[in-house]
């Protein structure tokens, strides 16, 4: 495994090329422009004559529109990560196809089959795409999007969710601005010193991270972080429930402080718990927590807390995973694995 140097943290030249940096950077760019240009003109008049059966999202992040739904929707809902349709999907559902394909089979698919047992189906795809032009149809509504960014369309569509009375108020423009101010905490330009992306990565440098998030959309977050630290490391990163990650803690490799920090191979690497926190007052998010910090400290497991605790349950959501993402882009780029 390559040894990680912060070295490459401070480098302008690396980080001014580093194409998942810059992305990230944009994230809160296209959730902006996307609201901004959204057409709901069709969705209101939906909202008025349309309460359906059930709710089924198709495609990615539909479980982040579960997540988000879940609390507030008036119906049934269920998230089905793949391009297909439960066997009950009839005339009485709602079906929400995501992609930001311009043509994907499996999503011409999808849409076909709803029309086809006359199911209500909202559609968020690229403008003028192939997609949305087989979409065009009596029982189908198209929410045209201008990115390939699943998480800017999702924060669209689920305004449009709101708008015919099935979800939350997602308030768009504050999302953005929400991201726009994780993306200059975490900027590159901001030194190790006070960028917590950075430093978080640092503190990754030789660890196996554990991800934790104890609500709903904090754990969807935990796993979306877990996953981006796996593929920057290419080291196991675990993103579970307390209970799962509890015997992990407990049997993680106590930290020798005269180990010589250079010997880092195989399965002498020590353990690092990473808590998402975004100020739930559940009393049992909040037990839960304790036991997590009690068992951790007992086995000197590094502990360190990603937290954000302002704003509607999205803001919370994008600010947590994009402060993680961040941190992965930096370990990548600290391991060389960018190169």
């Keep these: 495994m390559p040894d990680f140097d912060d070295a490459r943290l401070e480098d302008i030249r690396l980080l001014e090329r580093d194409e998942p940096l810059r992305r990230l950077a944009e994230a809160g760019a296209r959730v902006r422009i996307e609201s901004a240009q959204a057409d709901f003109s069709s969705i209101t008049d939906l909202g008025d004559r349309y309460r359906p059966r059930a709710v089924i999202a198709s495609g990615p992040e539909s479980r982040l529109i579960r997540a988000?739904?879940?609390p507030h929707c008036p119906v049934p809902f269920v998230?089905?990560?793949t391009h297909a349709l439960p066997a009950w999907v009839g005339a009485l559902d709602l079906v929400l196809v995501l992609t930001g394909l311009t043509y994907d089979q499996d999503v011409s698919n999808t849409i076909a089959?709803?029309?086809?047992?006359?199911?209500?189906?909202l559609v968020a795809c690229p403008e003028g795409s192939p997609i949305a032009e087989q979409a065009a149809g009596r029982n189908t509504t198209v929410v045209p999007t201008r990115t390939s960014d699943p998480l800017a369309a999702a924060v669209v569509l689920l305004e449009a969710l709101n708008r015919i009375g099935l979800g939350p108020v997602v308030q768009p423009v504050r999302v953005a601005d929400a991201m726009d101010e994780v993306a200059e905490a975490c900027s590159p330009f901001a030194n190790i010193g006070v960028n917590p992306a950075k430093d978080l990565a640092i503190s990754l440098a030789d660890d196996l991270p554990l991800v934790w998030g104890g609500t709903v959309l904090a754990a969807r977050a935990s796993r979306r972080i877990a996953e981006a630290?796996?593929?920057a490391s290419g080291r196991p990163?675990?993103?579970?429930?307390a209970a799962e990650l509890v015997p992990v803690i407990q049997g993680a490799k106590e930290r020798d402080p005269f180990a010589d920090p250079f010997d880092t191979f195989g399965d002498d690497r020590?353990?690092?718990l990473i808590m998402?926190?975004?100020?739930?007052?559940?009393?049992v998010v909040e037990k839960t927590r304790r036991w997590l910090v009690s068992t951790a400290e007992g086995r000197d497991v590094r502990i360190r807390t990603i937290r954000h605790d302002e704003g509607n349950d999205v803001e919370r959501y994008v600010c947590l995973l994009q402060h993680g993402l961040f941190g992965a882009a930096y370990l990548a780029l600290g391991l060389g694995r960018t190169e």
């Design 270 to 272: 020590c353990t690092s």
């Design 68 to 70: 988000v739904l879940e």
């Design 113 to 121: 089959e709803a029309a086809r047992r006359g199911a209500q189906v």
């Design 229 to 231: 630290f796996r593929d």
């Design 79 to 81: 998230a089905w990560p």
């Design 237 to 241: 990163a675990l993103a579970a429930e």
């Design 276 to 283: 998402l926190d975004d100020d739930s007052s559940d009393r």
